[in-house]
């Protein structure tokens, strides 16, 4: 049986919140995963229509949602216009290096590596979701990073690690929606489980609340993770005592999420509209590392990316405030799509 897919919640919800809106959506009817937002028209107004597949809505303009998917190209173009991003530099695969006619390969990104001293951050170029993001701390380490990203992605990023709490903010048409701390996969020993049963217990728990996130527990990021904290699978931690498993805190991989859309400071909303105007997008999920708390003023904090189709998913699924939150979220991005 095929599973089903974690992007069926935005398609579920945005043909039970068409209709009060007046418009209505018919959904591609195999995988239930691409839509068709009629709006009728009426009143001096021409019946439209507009589209979406997975996340990716009708909204933003092509050429900035191109951008917003390259994180190199979009940390230039940020940078250029003042915003702290992190340093980091592509490196490339052989076989597109060999196209391309670049010596930038994985040898070079060790070099480059070295350069910014370890650990640093190997991540996909055009990834999503926090998929074959690495924190390495050696050679080795950076080696098998860089293969894991060039068997999917032919671009792969090497970049200086910075350290704080990591939110995402969203903005639609130049209001903060949400905002959120996102926290890394973790468990909290017992006293008597192991990780890796503490880890089934997580997942029973994710199932419980209806979230689809699968904890894969043969990561190699996990090891790695477990193993520069001198524990394992079999590690048994004593009681309170709280693990992480990964370093990224994509909810997409069993990261959790706290939310603080209320007490964001007007400084970091004020910063997450306008990098959103910036870079030409309407909707957005800004990504930030802040050295400190987003209840405060801002001073330190770094430009991780930006998403020009934030997945709410696993977001959603946190509690009733969620829900309620990103429901208003696409109400208002159904109305934005009839402009």
């Not at 998913?313 to 309620?324: E, L, M, N, S, T």
Request: with cysteine.
């Amino acid at each position: 049986m095929r599973r089903k897919s974690e992007h069926l919640v935005l398609a579920k919800m945005l043909q039970r919140l068409a209709p009060k809106v007046g418009a209505r959506v018919v959904l591609e009817p195999e995988w239930n995963i691409a839509g068709q937002i009629h709006y009728p028209g009426g009143k001096g107004k021409r019946a439209s229509n507009r589209y979406f597949r997975y996340n990716t809505l009708d909204l933003n303009s092509v050429g900035a949602s191109d951008i917003s998917k390259d994180k190199d190209y979009a940390n230039f173009f940020m940078h250029k216009m003042g915003y702290p991003t992190i340093i980091g530099r592509t490196f490339f695969s052989d076989e597109w290096c060999e196209t391309i006619g670049s010596r930038r390969d994985i040898r070079a990104g060790y070099r480059y590596a070295k350069s910014l001293g370890f650990p640093v951050v190997v991540k996909p170029n055009s990834g999503s979701q926090g998929v074959g993001v690495f924190l390495v701390h050696n050679k080795r380490e950076l080696y098998r990073a860089m293969r894991f990203v060039f068997a999917r992605d032919r671009v792969a990023l090497v970049q200086r690690v910075v350290y704080g709490k990591d939110y995402r903010i969203v903005v639609l048409d130049s209001k903060v929606i949400s905002a959120y701390e996102r926290i890394p996969l973790n468990i909290v020993g017992d006293g008597r489980s192991s990780i890796r049963a503490l880890l089934r217990e997580k997942q029973k728990g994710f199932i419980a609340s209806t979230r689809d996130t699968q904890i894969k527990v043969d990561d190699i990021r996990i090891a790695n993770k477990l193993g520069h904290q001198e524990l394992a699978l079999r590690s048994v931690p004593a009681r309170g005592y709280r693990v992480y498993l990964l370093d990224n805190a994509n909810l997409s991989s069993g990261g959790d999420a706290v939310d603080v859309t209320k007490p964001i400071h007007l400084g970091f909303k004020k910063l997450a509209i306008k990098l959103t105007r910036d870079m030409g997008l309407r909707l957005c999920g800004v990504d930030l590392m802040i050295a400190g708390d987003i209840r405060q003023k801002p001073k330190k904090y770094w430009v991780l990316e930006v998403n020009a189709a934030p997945g709410l998913d696993h977001y959603v699924k946190g509690g009733k405030a969620q829900q309620k939150i990103v429901e208003n979220l696409y109400l208002k991005v159904l109305k934005s799509l009839a402009k």
